[in-house]
């Protein structure tokens, strides 16, 4: 499985950015997938996820702000990022192979290459 993110950049605080993250390889075997944030010297953490059918999970710290979508014909998450705040600075990665259950996602094996998001005035 191949993930490939797109979309990070740099925005001044309250705007907005759309991050996507592209699947490929053996998809077959992709069902739950989350988008993770880290910054230097921290742990990664998990930002949202999402099931194949379509429930989602995000952490209190997006919630209200951030929207995780999936098109399963183009084999696509995405992470609409809206009234972003100096503290959402972080390179931001795909993660896909992962279970969501019981209200939690369990981090799967595949990675994307991470994107940088960059929140400045």
């Known amino acids: 499985v191949q993930l490939v993110e797109s979309g990070g950049g740099l925005v001044q605080p309250g705007g907005s950015l759309t991050l996507s993250c592209a699947a490929s390889?053996?998809?077959?075997?992709?069902?739950?997938m989350g988008w993770y944030r880290q910054v230097p010297g921290k742990q990664r953490e998990l930002v949202a996820a999402i099931t194949a059918g379509g429930t989602t999970r995000y952490a209190d710290s997006v919630k209200g702000r951030f929207t995780i979508s999936r098109d399963n014909a183009k084999n696509t998450i995405y992470l609409q990022m809206n009234s972003l705040k100096l503290e959402d600075t972080a390179v931001h990665y795909c993660?896909?192979?992962?279970?969501?259950?019981?209200?939690?996602?369990?981090?799967?094996?595949?990675w994307g290459q991470g994107t940088q998001v960059t929140v400045s005035s």
């Open positions: 390889g053996s998809i077959f075997s992709i069902r739950d």
């Open positions: 993660n896909a192979g992962g279970t969501y259950s019981s209200g939690r996602y369990y981090t799967g094996s595949y």
